[in-house]
Each structure stands twice: as C-alpha cells, then as structure tokens.
C-alpha cells in the first residue's frame, strides 16, 4: 500500500502514482490511499484502487486513523510504503498503536515540515524499518539533522516514464522559449527568477519569452510582481495545465530557481524532452545534471541567474542539439521510470 499526504500536482505525487501503476504491471496487489483534499492526477491503471482519508483540518485526524484502521485491516498489506512529511508521521504513529508488517517512508527533500517536522522524524524514527530520500544530497540533510539515522536509510532516485516526456530533436525555432513549472511556493523562489528576468531585460536586447506554468498560494503575488516591473510582456504565467510533456516540446530550456529541493523531477522531465537546464544549486538537481550537462547558479543569486540564462541564449544551435541529445541519455541511463520501478521491486522482496 502507497501512503500519501495527498494527490495534488506536484513530484511527489505524480512520482508515487507512477509507481503504484508500474507495480501492478508487475503482477502486484497495490493500492494508493491519500490524507487531504481532492485528487487532482488520476491513475490510467484501472486495477489501482485509490481511497482518500478525507481529512479536511487536524481535528479529523482521529477519523482519519479508524478509516485507516478498516483500510489497512481489509488490504493486509505486506508492505507500506508512504510519501512526504505527513503521511510519514501519520503512518509511524499508526503503527505504534496498531502495528504493521513492514513500513517504509520516503522524504522527496531536503527539509520536510519545517524545524518541528524534522524533531517529529527524530523522535519517531524508530517506528520505520527504511527511510529513503531522492538524493544524496537531501539524505545527508535528514542525516545531519538527526531526521533519519544513517543505518537504515538509503538513496532511492526517483524515475521519469519516458513515453509520457518523449525526447524532442532540438528545434532553433524554441530556443527564445524560457519555461519554469512548479507551484507557486516561497521555497520554488520565482521571485529570484523575475529578478533575473529583469536585469536581463535591462542588458540585452534578446527577444526571449519565459512561461511559468502552477499554481499556488504566492500566484497574486508573483503576477503583481511581474506588473510592478512592466515584465507582463515577457512573462507568462499559464496557471495549472495538464499538458506538460507538449509545454516542454515548444521550450528549449527549463529554469529552476528554487530555494531547496530533493531531486527537481520537472528536470528530469524536461531533460527527457531534450530541453537545456539552468538550475539553482539546491539540492539533487547537480546530481541529475551531472557534471557536464546544463549550468548550475548560487541559490537566491538573480544576477548569477541572469547571467546564465544570457550565456544560454549565445549558445549556438549546434551546442544545444547536442546537449540535448546528452540529456535524453543521462535520463535514459540513470533516471528511468523503469529503474526506478524495478530499484525499489528489489527492495520490497528483500
């Protein structure tokens, strides 16, 4: 059973449905059950059964551990794998009180509900018998945090299904196309990309457009901004769209300002389309990238953004086809869905 916070838009989730799906092609018996709000990705595997807690504030937590109870007394499962900061504490304490065969919780970052999340990690790892995270880097987070104890936790990366992002040859004709997709959030810090935007503008005289594609609660805020600097031109933003893997094929590159991440599955994604990636240096995107792929800048350094972003638009045609082929390889190589799937098959059975 896949144990989720909740089946929203962003990594995590989409990561942890995909597995769930690629299980049952496996033969497995799985089931994906989720704490809050409203689905908004659905399964195309019609064997999985997904079940919502229904949990709706904090005071319904009590609710939420009986229809857990019934849930996980009729499945049995044999193992439970749960994802993100409250599904994992949720499910510890759950299995304190009632118990449980075998409970694995993966974290998708480097920080998980802030500094009084990272003490409840503390105080109940003991009640895990894995703990996983999606780099190297955010493992060594949990780690230095005393989140998770180092005997018993390992990387997992996650995988991108390659049919769903399928690689795109290089077209000149995209490279002015700047995008930027995740949810409209202080830590994906858009603020610092606005910025970048704007001195870029102020230095270059390019004829560049950049999409920002989610939604989310600073969205008011990040538009506002936009209008304040007279970027409105510019910068699009598109809101929630189902269409990504199309959004990717008419974009050359992908822009990641974030604050901190586990590992970006959006470049992964985009890497897969064949797009060129500018990223911030914070957290698993060095680790996809690799070390001769794409340009890393400082966190929160707009100018440093800005200046790669200009460096990108100086590349020439020839240098981007074939950093796009390299893309699509280091995806193919380390980052499949299909590796991914079958990692953590080894792990269940063992």
């Given at each position: 059973m896949y144990f989720i916070t909740s089946l929203s838009l962003g990594g995590a989730e989409k990561v942890t449905l995909n597995l769930a799906e690629e299980m049952i092609k496996k033969g497995h018996d799985v089931k994906l059950v989720y704490m809050f709000g409203e689905?908004?990705?659905?399964?195309?595997?019609?064997?999985?059964?997904?079940?919502?807690?229904?949990?709706?504030?904090?005071?319904?937590?009590?609710?939420?551990?009986?229809?857990?109870?019934?849930?996980?007394?009729?499945?049995?499962?044999?193992?439970?794998?749960?994802?993100?900061?409250?599904?994992?504490?949720?499910?510890?304490?759950?299995?304190l009180i009632f118990g449980l065969k075998k409970l694995i919780n993966s974290a998708h970052s480097s920080i998980e509900g802030?500094?009084?999340?990272?003490?409840?990690?503390r105080f109940t790892n003991f009640l895990s018998d894995l703990n996983t995270n999606v780099s190297n880097s955010?493992?060594?987070?949990?780690?230095e945090n005393g989140a998770f104890k180092s005997k018993k936790s390992k990387v997992?990366?996650?995988?991108?299904?390659?049919?769903?992002?399928?690689?795109?040859?290089?077209?000149?004709?995209?490279k002015f196309n700047l995008i930027a997709i995740g949810r409209f959030a202080p830590e994906k810090d858009y603020i610092n990309l606005i910025n970048a935007i704007s001195i870029l503008n102020k230095e270059s005289n390019y004829n560049f457009n950049l999409s920002i594609v989610g939604d989310g609660p600073d969205f008011l805020y990040i538009k506002k901004y936009i209008n304040n600097l007279d970027l409105q031109d510019t910068v699009r933003l598109l809101g929630r769209r189902d269409d990504?893997?199309?959004?990717?094929?008419?974009?050359?590159?992908?822009?990641?300002?974030?604050k901190f991440e586990g590992l970006p599955t959006v470049i992964m994604e985009a890497m897969s389309c064949g797009c060129f990636i500018i990223s911030t240096d914070c957290?698993?995107?060095?680790?996809?990238?690799?070390?001769?792929?794409?340009?890393?800048?400082p966190v929160g350094d707009s100018a440093a953004l800005a200046s790669a972003i200009k460096q990108y638009l100086e590349y020439s045609d020839d240098f981007l086809s074939k950093a796009a082929e390299n893309a699509r390889k280091i995806i193919l190589d380390n980052f499949s869905l299909k590796v991914a799937v079958n990692t953590w098959e080894d792990i269940y059975k063992s």
């Open positions: 689905a908004k990705i659905f399964a195309q595997e019609k064997k999985l059964v997904i079940q919502s807690l229904k949990l709706s504030s904090y005071m319904s937590l009590f609710f939420g551990f009986l229809r857990l109870r019934k849930i996980l007394v009729d499945f049995n499962p044999d193992v439970v794998h749960s994802h993100m900061y409250h599904a994992n504490i949720f499910i510890r304490i759950y299995r802030s500094k009084f999340g990272m003490l409840l990690y955010a493992l060594k987070s949990f780690i997992v990366y996650n995988g991108v299904d390659l049919e769903k992002f399928p690689y795109n040859i290089y077209n000149s004709k995209n990504i893997s199309e959004l990717l094929a008419l974009s050359g590159c992908l822009i990641l300002s974030s957290g698993g995107s060095a680790e996809i990238m690799k070390s001769d792929f794409g340009t890393l800048v």
